[in-house]
């Protein structure tokens, strides 16, 4: 056994305190495991002088063949702890000599990956809910737009109604002026003009009706349009309160990005690098 690996054996306890995880030790030289230390928890079952043709599928025994460093990741699925194998060749003189090997639990990074993996659905989930209340909130928005502009219409119709009720009352004292003037006449015919004093007294009675009519229809338009009024302000302090939501929802949106961003941050390096070294 050379001096390096026979110094090694004699120091695996110390060696082991310096991983800060739970961690099996594996120590062989190009034929033989010669130094094997189980962790608290990872034990691999291995035992000192056993030949390392019997784990070829080891990394201990692709780094005898390679002389190269390999770090695999093994899932909780082999030996009921997930964990981390390091192996890393020995060299003395020059020359390789044999392999450390250790078998670093995994148990912490794996539960961070999952809680990283859990972030992200819910971030997914609250995403997709965001997107939904944000297509609602530009949906109400242009309903209320569309509304908006009905009133601004129905405002437009009721001046010209106004307009129409003004003529109606034009017409009225017009018609009004009439009937006083058939009636002067008629008291003036006497006799014969008897009977252009009832078409006198009628054109005036409708005269007064229509201004009457109007008068009605004018107090009705005016509580209409007030009502109207009304209707346009809460329709404007709706719509100022959807566009703020609106804003509110986009900032929302832009941070659950930002941390469905570091979370898949997070889980792409709390993964680590199964590649060989």
């Given at each position: 056994?050379?001096?390096?690996l026979?110094?090694?054996?004699d120091?695996l306890p110390?060696?082991?305190?310096?991983?800060?995880?739970?961690?099996?030790?594996?120590?062989?030289d190009?034929?033989?495991?010669?130094?094997?230390?189980?962790?608290?928890?990872?034990?691999?079952?291995?035992?000192?002088?056993?030949?390392m043709t019997?784990y070829?599928?080891?990394?201990?025994?692709k780094?005898l063949?390679?002389?190269?460093?390999?770090?695999?990741?093994?899932?909780?699925?082999?030996?009921?702890?997930?964990?981390?194998?390091?192996?890393?060749?020995?060299?003395?003189?020059?020359?390789?000599?044999g392999?450390?090997?250790?078998?670093?639990?995994?148990?912490k990074?794996a539960a961070?990956?999952?809680?990283?993996?859990?972030?992200?659905?819910?971030?997914g989930?609250?995403?997709?809910?965001?997107?939904?209340?944000?297509?609602t909130?530009?949906s109400?928005?242009d309903?209320l737009?569309e509304?908006?502009?009905?009133?601004?219409?129905?405002?437009?119709?009721?001046?010209?109604?106004?307009?129409?009720?003004?003529?109606v009352k034009e017409?009225?004292?017009?018609?009004?002026?009439?009937?006083?003037?058939?009636?002067?006449?008629?008291a003036?015919s006497?006799?014969?003009?008897?009977?252009?004093?009832?078409?006198?007294?009628?054109?005036?009675?409708m005269?007064?009706?229509?201004?009457?009519?109007?008068?009605?229809?004018?107090?009705?338009?005016?509580?209409?349009?007030?009502?109207?009024?009304?209707?346009n302000?809460?329709?404007?302090?709706i719509?100022?309160?959807?566009?703020?939501?609106?804003?509110?929802?986009?900032?929302f949106?832009?941070?659950?990005?930002?941390?469905?961003?570091?979370?898949a941050?997070?889980?792409?390096h709390?993964?680590?690098?199964?590649?060989?070294?």
């Amino acid at each position: 056994m050379s001096n390096i690996l026979r110094e090694m054996a004699d120091h695996l306890p110390v060696i082991q305190q310096t991983y800060p995880e739970d961690t099996c030790l594996i120590l062989c030289d190009k034929e033989k495991i010669i130094g094997y230390l189980p962790g608290e928890v990872i034990d691999l079952k291995l035992k000192i002088g056993e030949s390392m043709t019997k784990y070829k599928k080891s990394a201990t025994y692709k780094v005898l063949q390679t002389g190269k460093k390999i770090r695999e990741e093994i899932p909780e699925e082999v030996l009921g702890v997930p964990y981390i194998s390091t192996c890393t060749p020995i060299k003395e003189s020059g020359q390789m000599v044999g392999a450390l090997a250790a078998a670093i639990s995994n148990h912490k990074l794996a539960a961070f990956r999952k809680g990283a993996e859990e972030l992200s659905s819910v971030i997914g989930q609250l995403t997709f809910f965001s997107e939904e209340m944000a297509a609602t909130t530009d949906s109400s928005a242009d309903k209320l737009q569309e509304l908006s502009q009905q009133s601004e219409t129905m405002k437009n119709n009721m001046k010209n109604v106004e307009k129409i009720i003004q003529q109606v009352k034009e017409i009225a004292s017009r018609s009004n002026i009439l009937g006083l003037n058939a009636a002067i006449e008629a008291a003036r015919s006497g006799e014969f003009g008897r009977g252009f004093s009832v078409v006198a007294d009628e054109i005036r009675k409708m005269a007064a009706n229509s201004n009457s009519a109007a008068e009605d229809i004018q107090k009705q338009l005016e509580l209409t349009q007030l009502e109207i009024l009304k209707v346009n302000e809460s329709i404007h302090e709706i719509a100022a309160q959807t566009e703020e939501q609106s804003a509110s929802t986009q900032e929302f949106h832009s941070m659950l990005q930002r941390i469905s961003e570091t979370a898949a941050l997070l889980n792409k390096h709390g993964g680590g690098d199964q590649t060989n070294h």
